[in-house]
């Protein structure tokens, strides 16, 4: 269980539950391929700002469900506001940008794209998505549903992880 800093900016209570490193598995959907399995680590971490820093990390897994080959990182900062709402600037090392726009409801942070951008090299021509954390039975659970220049917005990731410090 995480334990509230006493001089935490008060912006940050709301989604104070979700600072520490989390582990996990999880399932991929790409249109036209069956869903694949990978393992995955997020880290929230707090440097006294009004935001917190946020890197998730995507592995393939071997026949023994350990992670092995690296298969994406993303990372970013979240920012809660005063009421309750939140921002968050996510970045891809392929080459898009994502700023989202959401709502924190208690356990619950429901996130939805302003503005996607992308390199004139971007891997993946994404441009929308919409995002779901929440703590569930002390996990985190996340959703990330994407749409690109060949989808609409569709499922594409979805895991449970545990807090492990």
């Known amino acids: 269980m995480y334990e509230i800093d006493s001089h935490m900016d008060p ?26 399995g990978f393992s995955l680590t997020i880290d929230f971490t707090e440097n006294g700002g009004n935001y917190l820093h946020y890197i998730m990390q995507f592995f393939d897994v071997d026949d023994q469900g350990n992670p092995s080959e690296s298969l994406g990182v993303e990372t970013g900062f979240w920012r809660p506001g005063p009421t309750g709402d939140i ?44 995002r779901l954390y929440g703590n569930v039975e002390s996990d985190l659970m996340f959703t990330y549903d994407r749409g690109t220049t060949t989808t609409d917005v569709e499922p594409h990731l979805w895991a449970r992880l545990i807090r492990t410090s």
């Open 11 to 36: 912006h940050l209570l709301g989604v104070a539950w979700m600072i520490g490193h989390w582990e996990g598995t999880g399932n991929g959907r790409l249109k036209g391929e069956e869903d694949h």
């Open 87 to 130: 921002e968050v600037v996510i970045a891809h090392p392929e080459g898009v940008a994502e700023i989202y726009y959401g709502k924190i409801d208690g356990a619950k942070i429901e996130l939805t794209t302003d503005a996607v951008v992308r390199t004139t090299t971007a891997q993946v021509e994404v441009t929308g998505g919409h």
